[in-house]
């Protein structure tokens, strides 16, 4: 949120300041450059997250498999 938030006020004001829009023009640029730097954000966190819960639940079974093969072994002895 504070990504999308600071995106937008700097985009506005880098549209007001240097491209010198006029006030419609300046507000329309900080909430799209907000909600599209918000949108991009937070798909990049969503496929972060994502990648770590695919990577553990892949490891999940083989730590199950583990833990099997080690009580088979402790059995036996």
């Known amino acids: 949120m504070f990504a999308g938030l600071t995106a937008?006020?700097?985009g506005a004001l880098l549209g007001f300041k240097l491209l010198r829009f006029n006030r419609n023009q300046t507000?329309?640029?900080g909430i799209l450059t907000g909600a599209l730097?918000?949108?991009f954000f937070t798909q990049a966190?969503?496929?972060s997250h994502l990648a770590v819960l695919?990577?553990?639940l892949a490891q999940q079974p083989l730590d199950q498999q583990q833990q099997q093969t080690d009580s088979s072994w402790s059995s036996d002895g």
Do not use: A, E, Q, R
Request: charged share 15%; aromatic share 14%.
């Open 45 to 47: 966190f969503l496929s």
């Open 54 to 56: 695919k990577k553990n």
């Open 8 to 10: 937008g006020l700097s």
């Open 37 to 39: 730097s918000g949108y």
């Open 27 to 29: 507000i329309v640029c």
